[in-house]
């Protein structure tokens, strides 16, 4: 049965590297849905074989065609390939693509400073845009280059997204990690489509915080990993100070640290109350919005102070991220001295802006 399976998939391989090395693209729009069929029922070790052989494409898709074929090696690391051989050609797919938007993204701005960016999507978009690059005073070849690395950014985002959420030794070994997350905030404002490969970038693996509760004058040392936002950090440490012995009277659902742990997609659903109000060191209020990596430093360390909430505030009981597992360890708890000089350190809430 598998030799069956293992054969059409072989061919299907075949039909594709046929069409990109003939530079045939009408086969190549016929040839990759049937890869993408063969490849449903494959087991692990077909679809391995069948990755390396779509990643080492890529080179000869160049940077438009090979995002969007890239597109389809993400998908079958999701079907269950391993990721290895995929990671350095989206890694330096991404950091190009990335580097071409925002060369395009400024002479844009200075040719049509009052008009809006093309939109990414839109294939139409690749005749105006090349020809701002032009206007801009860049050479054709480098002008298109350009214009196609703004159009085809989003595309090499997706596997990049598949990627980073595989496991935390990936997101941390990820090539150009700086480089990328650079480049992705810089786009931030103009590119919601690159938002959850950069949440991604910018997720904390085994990162430290110290964790204040203003009102018991008590602190705690926790360890975060692979939290997506303030939401599930918000539920975490509701979950884990409601414990015996350390915040009494906090009324925290077992189903919503569940969610925000490692819960699978099909168990999210409801609502989370919050417990706190979020303010960090600086006695900036913390959104629920935002990310873990937006709270600042003070000295050196991330600060959580928690508040009695204001108002009351829900959210959906969901991980941003649904297949990357969240967790918040409680370290230990700080000495009364230890605490009252870190609370005497930090400022007092601030008057919070909308959110």
């Known amino acids: 049965m598998f030799l069956n399976r293992s054969g059409k998939l072989t061919d299907r391989c075949a039909e594709v590297e046929a069409a990109v090395r003939g530079h045939d693209s009408a086969r190549m729009t016929e040839a990759v849905p049937r890869l993408w069929e063969a490849a449903q029922q494959a087991p692990p070790a077909e679809l391995d074989e069948a990755l390396s052989r779509c990643v080492a494409l890529l080179p000869e898709l160049g940077i438009s065609a090979g995002g969007q ?26 950091l190009d693509a990335l580097t071409e938007a925002e060369r395009f993204r400024a002479a844009w701005e200075r040719v049509h400073p009052d008009e809006e960016l093309p939109e990414p999507g839109d294939p139409t978009a690749l005749e105006p845009a090349t020809a701002a690059m032009t206007a801009a005073g860049g050479d054709e070849d480098g002008a298109l280059r350009a214009a196609l690395g703004w159009l085809s950014a989003g595309n090499w985002a997706m596997p990049a997204t598949t ?40 997720l904390l693996d085994a990162e430290r915080l110290l964790v204040l509760h203003r009102e018991t004058r008590r602190g705690w040392w926790v360890t975060v990993d692979g939290v997506g936002d303030n939401f599930q950090l918000h539920t975490l440490l509701a979950g884990a ?90 370290d230990g708890e700080l000495g009364p001295a230890d605490a009252a000089a870190w609370l005497a350190r930090v400022a007092p809430a601030g008057n919070p802006v909308d959110d």
């Open 69 to 94: 074929f890239a597109v389809l090696c993400g998908a079958l690391v999701e079907l269950g390939a391993g990721p290895d051989p995929l990671v350095p050609a989206v890694a330096e797919g991404l």
């Open 163 to 202: 990627l980073l959420q595989h496991s935390t030794a990936l997101r941390e070994t990820f090539p150009h990690r700086a480089r990328l997350r650079e480049l992705g905030s810089g786009l931030a404002d103009v590119r919601g489509d690159l938002d959850c490969m950069l949440g991604l970038l910018r």
């Open 241 to 330: 100070l409601a414990q015996p012995g350390r915040i009494a009277g906090l009324t925290v659902d077992p189903a919503w640290v569940a969610v925000a742990t490692d819960a699978p997609p099909e168990r999210f659903g409801g609502m989370v109350t919050g417990s706190f109000n979020l303010v960090d060191g600086h006695g900036g209020w913390i959104w629920n919005e935002g990310l873990p990596a937006d709270i600042p430093l003070l000295d050196g360390v991330r600060v959580v102070v928690l508040d009695p909430p204001s108002y009351t505030r829900s959210w959906e009981n969901v991980r941003r991220y649904p297949t990357v597992p969240g967790s918040l360890t409680v």
